[in-house]
């Protein structure tokens, strides 16, 4: 299987509001696949429909192979699912937890959880209502982990955490790449952009980017032009070019479909003879900030 | 099974003490349960009055116990670790299940075991009836407290839920009040109300182990309820009523002829209250009754009356249930009927045509047997252990697991050797024997939380009018008719009394009916069983002892 996660027009509607609408992605085979988009923009209503929490108003999505609603019981074997609002059973004590979890797992590792026991210095014999969110979450983590899941699905993991406790879930995500794909949501790109190796980024319920991370890298330039001489914006302008402004004589815009040579001639046939011309490469936040206004503000 | 019981042991550990609680109420209860088979009067020490709720506060322990067990893993709601866990829901509802059976039926099942041991009835024999009152119980507790735990999140909010079906409930039930025709209820719709709600409850319990639909689950709630309230209102339609209590038929004879008595009746004191302290006036109806049959027994199953109103209404007052026992020997009978308060007093002195509907239930008497009251004891059917309770004339009767079936018992009490007190001379006996009958011939156990029942057995006497009875006094040596009863058939008749007032018919205090009725050829009392009344069929001679 080569698609852990797969949605096919996805759609989920909460009343009127369209909390997710006509998703359709998929999620490569290894890695770590983060799902970014601000608040409310549908992350945890699509993982939710991929656990079964949620049924999909329209659509499909398929899990491991199998159809979102008919997982459940045995199916949960391959998936480790870890949410920031989980309720956990607060009155178990951190060992009683792990304990209480192996026989609902043939493939629980007893020596990967004493690893993860030891790397997130886990207070085995404190009960899990007594921890700090950090470490409920390293426990909570911990035990999604410990059976060496295909599928690890992280709603939020980070949020709220200091970043020593969020360096440790990181790399303990990335330990966990060698027999497993992650999907981890984040509203907030600076948590997971050190560790995605894909992106999708959500916006008002609709799907804006799908893609790995050098491809997105690749794809997004902010380029700045400067001409002969002053310029009017022309109104039909391609469609990748975002943000279009320009001063006196320079042109600034982001190009979501970059290729050099392309472009070069593009502006050329546009705008005649450049000046000078810059295509400097852009951080990952950035790219999404300009999606995301891009999305608000069409230029 | 291995993860029935590993969620078992979980559940165990986290509520241990509220199983502990719920054991340790039901240790006071099997320890407290013996002093009830001896103790006479009741004690009233703070102590002993909460001992009395006991079966109250087990019902609320397991309640908890059994919401917070089903609560652990929560139907309701999308962020529970479990969810997202190899749980099967199966296996889930099993070991839900299995602690249900071990926290709760399983120590009440040995206390049952204990009780009967200690009260010197055969345990084994009693096995497969306790398993019924475990069905029951199941059915009655534990299926409900799941409904409540898997539609909810907390145990506050089970209790909002439980107060709120309670509400619903009283509300149905007290339905009557407003709609006096579900007063009575045609045959065989309490059947079919269980059905519905056994089944809504266990579809309630599947969708959310298995589905986690909580709006649905509601919906089924409602729709059940609904089906509830629309079975009570068919119930209480005058035409199934009739239906289920038909006229005679030459299969199903009427079982006594009445006629209606004009020439009697109550003799009130000039400027005497007839309001009865401001309820609706209860009015007694005179019948001269002949020809129950020999080896039969009648009960008058329900009452009821319209009037033709001089303001041209009519009146009906739909039936009432009723119990009276009419036995071979009796001539009068005054059925009772409840009027209301505005039509009585708009028409106590005017004359209004009057109708009777009366329902019987037909009982056939088989083959009699004499006991007798042996010092303070008795024995009665079922291995059912009288013993005298002298402060209030009447045999307060131990059973094992079920009251003892239908049967009747006639006496010729109060005799020579057993008299009652001498103010009763004033009022002289009819010539009916006393009687005492119970009825119920279900074969199921009762439900209660202590295997051993108790009965309380008193015979009463018509006095001489047959317009009511009195208890009869029980001695030692005291001689008792013995029989079983059994049912045989419903039949109703419908009685026009033509033009009455309704006010002679409110009994009046003290009672006074005029004009006098010859009394009943006084005998000499006998503490044998009178041959002359009794019907020769139920007689079978058995030696004194």
Not at chain 1, 154 to 165: C, I, N
Not at chain 1, 178 to 188: L, N
Not at chain 2, 15 to 39: C, E, G, K, M, N
Not at chain 2, 461 to 489: I, M, N, W
């Amino acid at each position: 299987m080569n698609r852990p996660i797969e949605t096919e027009s996805l759609g989920k509607n909460y009343g009127r509001v369209k909390a997710l609408d006509d998703l359709t992605f998929s999620v490569a085979e290894g890695g770590i696949h983060a799902l970014v988009g601000p608040n409310g923009a549908g992350k945890t209503t699509l993982i939710k429909i991929l656990v079964n929490i949620f049924r999909a108003t329209a659509g499909t999505a398929t899990v491991l192979g199998a159809d979102s609603t008919s997982i459940s019981g045995k199916a949960f074997q391959n998936i480790g699912y870890v949410s920031e609002n989980q309720q956990l059973p607060l009155w178990m004590r951190v060992g009683g937890f792990l304990k209480y979890l192996r026989p609902f797992y043939p493939t629980w590792d007893l020596d990967l959880e004493s690893r993860f026991v030891q790397q997130f210095e886990l207070p085995l014999d404190r009960k899990l209502r007594h921890l700090s969110r950090g470490m409920r979450m390293k426990a909570a983590l911990a035990s999604a982990l410990a059976f060496r899941p295909k599928l690890i699905i992280l709603d939020e993991p980070f949020s709220g955490l200091d970043p020593v406790v969020r360096e440790e879930l990181a790399q303990a995500l990335v330990d966990a790449t060698a027999y497993s794909t992650s999907f981890v949501s984040s509203h907030d790109l600076g948590e997971i952009e050190s560790l995605a190796t894909h992106l999708t980024y959500l916006d008002s319920g609709r799907l804006r980017l799908s893609e790995d991370v050098p491809s997105i890298r690749a794809r997004f330039r902010e380029v700045e032009v400067t001409l002969d001489s002053p310029v009017a914006i022309p109104p039909d302008l391609p469609s990748n070019w975002l943000q279009l402004s320009s001063s006196g004589s320079t042109l600034k815009f982001i190009d979501s479909a970059f290729q050099q040579d392309t472009l070069q001639s593009e502006i050329l046939h546009r705008f005649g003879t450049i000046q000078h011309a810059v295509f400097n490469p852009m951080t990952i936040r950035n790219i999404f900030l300009a999606v995301a206004k891009s999305v608000r503000k069409p230029s | 099974m291995k993860l029935i019981l590993h969620i078992f042991k979980k559940d165990l550990r986290h509520h241990w003490l509220a199983f502990l609680v719920s054991v340790a109420i039901l240790a006071i209860y099997v320890w407290d349960q013996p002093r009830h088979w001896t103790v006479h009067a009741p004690d009233l020490r703070l102590f002993s009055n909460l001992l009395r709720y006991l079966p109250l506060f087990l019902c609320l322990a397991w309640a908890f116990l059994l919401t917070r067990i089903v609560q652990d893993e929560s139907l309701v709601g999308d962020r529970q670790f479990w969810l997202t866990r190899p749980y099967k829901w199966h296996a889930l509802l099993a070991a839900k299940l299995f602690a249900a059976l071990i926290l709760l039926h399983l120590p009440l099942f040995l206390a049952q075991l204990l009780l009967l041991k200690l009260a010197f009835y055969p345990v084994l024999a009693s096995v497969s009836g306790l398993l019924q009152v475990h069905l029951m119980l199941f059915a009655s507790l534990t299926l409900p407290a799941f409904v409540v735990a898997s539609i909810t999140r907390t145990i506050g909010q089970a209790t909002l839920v439980v107060l709120g079906l309670f509400l619903v409930l009283l509300g149905i039930a007290s339905l009557d009040f407003v709609f006096p025709s579900l007063n009575f209820s045609a045959d065989n719709y309490d059947n079919i109300q269980m059905i519905i709600v056994f089944v809504a409850v266990v579809s309630v319990i599947v969708v959310q182990f298995a589905y986690r639909k909580t709006r649905f689950s509601w919906c089924i709630i409602a729709a059940s309820i609904s089906a509830t309230l629309a079975l009570v209102f068919i119930s209480g339609n005058p035409e199934l009523q009739n239906r289920s209590m038909p006229l005679p038929t030459a299969a199903h004879p009427l079982p006594v002829k009445l006629t209606f008595d004009s020439s009697v009746s109550f003799q009130h004191q000039p400027g005497e209250q007839l309001d009865s302290f401001g309820l609706d006036p209860n009015l007694e109806l005179p019948f001269l009754l002949d020809g129950i049959p020999e080896n039969s027994l009648v009960q008058i199953a329900g009452v009821k009356l319209d009037l033709d109103l001089s303001s041209g209404e009519h009146w009906t007052s739909y039936w009432h249930s009723a119990s009276e026992i009419l036995v071979p020997g009796r001539t009068r009978v005054w059925p009772s009927i409840t009027v209301k308060r505005a039509i009585f007093d708009q028409n106590r002195n005017s004359s209004v045509n009057a109708h009777l509907s009366l329902a019987f239930n037909v009982y056939r008497v088989a083959a009699s047997s004499s006991i007798f009251v042996m010092g303070d004891s008795l024995r009665l059917p079922d291995d059912t252990r009288c013993t005298h309770d002298q402060l209030l004339s009447r045999m307060r009767c131990f059973s094992a697991i079920k009251s003892p079936g239908a049967f009747v018992l006639f006496a010729d009490l109060p005799s020579a050797g057993c008299a009652g007190p001498s103010d009763r001379e004033a009022d002289p006996w009819a010539a009916a024997p006393a009687v005492y009958a119970s009825l119920s011939d279900s074969s199921a156990p009762d439900f209660d939380f202590t295997p051993i029942r108790e009965t309380y057995v008193y015979l009463s006497r018509q006095h001489a009018y047959e317009d009511h009875a009195t208890g009869v006094p029980l001695c030692s040596g005291s001689t008792l008719v013995l029989a079983r009863t059994k049912f045989q058939y419903t039949v109703r008749t419908e009685i026009d009394l033509g033009n009455i007032r309704v006010s002679n018919y409110v009994p009046s205090y003290p009672r006074q009916i005029i004009p006098k009725i010859p009394r009943p050829p006084s005998r000499n009392p006998s503490d044998t069983l009178s041959f002359n009344f009794l019907p020769p069929g139920l007689i079978v001679k058995v030696p004194k002892p």
